[in-house]
């Protein structure tokens, strides 16, 4: 829809077709408006003059007239020449649009940004790209970085680079055996340091402290961008005692003490332990579920179990039923802020 959309309302921000107009003006005026009633101006989705509500996904809510103001004028200024015409136009246009609605329209658009759509999402961590000085701190679940993700992210990782920035990233334990990653690290230089773990969180992307990027659906289609200080000095904190915990990756995964059991088939075993399924093994490690189901094959081989059960029991014998000591102290350690900045005093 968003593309026949495109072709029915060939237009900028500056200039509403008729039904953006009304749709948009009902929401400023409102607050919001139900995303069914914006079906018919899918311009305005893609133009990010509406965005989810990050309460309820069936409302939109309005970006302020004031902040498409300031978006259109940053661009118009570096074509002023051919440009003053539209300028004049955008600023009239959506002074009449501001006073519409109350000066708390789309006001939580400063903290929390629900971010639809691949391109609004790569649009957003490119200006927090752009405007990143020191550092980067990442998150990347799942198992072997796919060459596409790592070459898509790379003019970023090299921009920041080029100016100093300071990135650490953690990853899966799984991750060690992708040939990509290791050559982006290579690529990287001491610009980026790298840790695995067993497990870790999902997708996190933090830029200087004061911005966040988490995916806001299972599909990774919507991103939340989060500027409010608590919400980023939480995830700050979590991220610093996941690296405390983590294993650099220059440094070999510690033996596990038990003849033939691999540090993997130590995780796996503490996994099902708890009682779950290959499938949610399978994911929380960042392995395949195949791959999965032939490690607890080796295990089973190797502690002499006939069956499930029989495994389960032999798993507790030799005290693989827990996880281990670093898994404890990070499910343990992990407190709120205020509690952090008291410790560390």
Not at 23 to 47: I, K, M, N, T
Not at 225 to 244: D, G, I, K, N, S
Request: glycine fraction near 8%.
């Amino acid at each position: 829809m968003a593309e026949r959309g495109s072709d029915e309302h060939p237009h900028g921000a500056d200039r509403l077709c008729a039904a953006g107009d009304l749709v948009y003006s009902r929401a400023v005026g409102r607050g919001r408006v139900l995303r069914r009633d914006a079906e018919s101006v899918p311009c305005l989705l893609e133009l990010a003059l509406l965005h989810p509500d990050p309460d309820d996904m069936e409302w939109l809510v309005p970006t302020s007239p004031q902040e498409v103001m300031t978006r259109l004028l940053r661009g118009v200024y570096d074509e002023v020449s051919a440009s003053q015409r539209r300028m004049g136009s955008a600023v009239a246009a959506f002074e009449w649009y501001a006073g519409l609605g109350s000066p708390q329209v789309g006001a939580e658009g400063t903290a929390i940004r629900v971010l639809e759509g691949s391109f609004r999402i790569q649009v957003a961590l490119d200006e927090a790209t752009e405007s990143c000085q020191t550092e980067v701190l990442t998150v990347q679940p799942g198992g072997i970085r796919p060459e596409h993700e790592l070459t898509e992210g790379l003019h970023r990782a090299l921009a920041l680079r080029g100016r100093g920035v300071r990135m650490r990233d953690l990853y899966t334990h799984v991750a060690r055996h992708g040939q990509g990653l290791l050559n982006y690290l290579e690529l990287m230089g001491d610009s980026v340091e790298a840790r695995t773990m067993d497990e870790v969180i999902d997708r996190l992307i933090l830029f200087d402290r004061a911005v966040a990027f988490i995916p806001a659906n299972a599909d990774r289609t919507m991103a939340l961008e989060l500027r409010h200080p608590a919400l980023v000095h939480y995830l700050v904190t979590v991220f610093e005692r996941l690296w405390r915990l983590a294993i650099p990756l220059t440094a070999p995964l510690p033996d596990t003490g038990i003849e033939g059991i691999s540090h993997r088939e130590q995780s796996i075993a503490a996994l099902l332990a708890e009682g779950h399924q290959d499938a949610v093994i399978a994911e929380r490690l960042g392995i395949s579920v195949r791959t999965c189901r032939a490690h607890i094959a080796r295990l089973s081989e190797t502690l002499g179990a006939a069956s499930r059960t029989q495994l389960g029991v032999r798993i507790a014998q030799v005290g693989l039923d827990t996880p281990s000591q670093a898994t404890d102290i990070a499910t343990s350690s992990i407190r709120l802020p205020d509690q952090e900045s008291r410790t560390a005093r």
